[in-house]
């Protein structure tokens, strides 16, 4: 399901891939906007990887979202409270996240979830990346609700 307001895993800020996201996604659960599927993944999954990364603590971090401010701002206070990452740290993590599921230990996971979310024959989907952008694009249009087997909202591994 497309969520208004919600950017693509792969869209960076100051150069460091789901960063956007993940601010995004504290932003729409303060104006209520934020469905209940991606609820349990606030702090968790791809986002608790970008706070260990930076080196910060995911409540301290949703505080300062919500005083406002610019993703580059917000990104230079995460610098300032916990580290600022190398031009090579940012290149490996960016590396590291666009692909996880692919050949990785989060393969057979994601397999899982791609079949959970009714595209398990969907052999274009390699990443988590792939899978959130699948997700979050298909349309009524495209399938129904019959093609994929699964009812509208159920199975969603959104990140």
Avoid at 109 to 116: M, P, T, V
Avoid at 119 to 124: I, K, M, P, T
Wanted: glycine residues 10%; hydrophobic residues 30%; neutral net charge.
């Amino acid at each position: 399901m497309k969520v208004p307001g919600l950017r693509s895993s792969s869209e960076m800020v100051g150069g460091i891939v789901h960063f956007g996201r993940m601010l995004d996604k504290i932003r729409l659960q303060v104006q209520g906007k934020l469905p209940e599927t991606y609820h349990k993944n606030l702090g968790a999954g791809f986002d608790g990887r970008c706070i260990r990364f930076l080196q910060i603590d995911y409540p301290a971090l949703a505080k300062r979202v919500t005083q406002g401010g610019s993703d580059l701002e917000i990104l230079e206070w995460c610098f300032q409270k916990g580290r600022k990452p190398s031009d090579e740290e940012i290149e490996i993590w960016n590396a590291f996240l666009s692909n996880r599921g692919w050949r990785d230990d989060a393969s057979e996971n994601l397999e899982r979830s791609k079949r959970e979310s009714g595209f398990g024959s969907r052999s274009d989907i390699q990443t988590y990346f792939d899978l959130h952008e699948a997700e979050e694009t298909w349309s009524d249009r495209f399938f129904s609700v019959s093609d994929r087997g699964i009812s509208r909202g159920e199975g969603n591994r959104l990140s």
